[in-house]
């Protein structure tokens, strides 16, 4: 699965923000709403701009849609709320990145020239490989200057974690019929980040005359 970076600058923190999807890949579908429990946004006009180019305007506008661009190519999306006290903005920055991730089990065998991948069978050791494409201004960030967040059926990975670290190992349960591993790649100022997620599946090893 592919992700990008969303990043939400308020100046209220009486406005919440939900974007859908809150990480979203390159070209994607992106719906961001609005919500307060201290004023009525359903009586107050609302704005919203992209890149600085007026995009919806209207009384209780709290949902507005766009899509999000290429890979590594930021939209700023301004949402303006005439408040009773005053105008205030929130800014969100769209920047979709992409995050490929490849997996092997170590210990699993198929015979010569057979097709097909080796599956993972229980207890067997897997490696996940990450592979993000995150881009600061032009520049690719190479995967070895990155912090990676590990998780393991979503438990963060403290040890298989850190800095450079775009691979993981680990050894699935034989009583588990899937392992669920997702990690988040970030650059070291936090500013740019792409996150993935891959089910494995285990198989039980057969023998074929």
Known sequence: MLFGTTVV??????IMVDIVPPNPAP???VTINLKSYAYDLNSVLISWSINGKASALGIGKKSFSTVAG???EEKNVVVTISLPDGTTDTKITIKPSVMVLLWQANDSFVP???KGKALATPSSEVKVVAMPEIRSGS???SAQNLVYLWKKN???NVDGSGYGKNSFLFVNDYLDDSDNISVTASTTDQTNSSAASIDIGTTQPKILF
């Open 27 to 29: 070209n994607e579908n």
């Open 139 to 141: 520049n690719v960030v």
């Open 154 to 156: 979503y438990t963060n």
């Open 9 to 14: 600058n308020a100046v209220s923190t009486d």
């Open 112 to 114: 010569p020239f057979y």
């Open 70 to 72: 290429k890979a590594g």
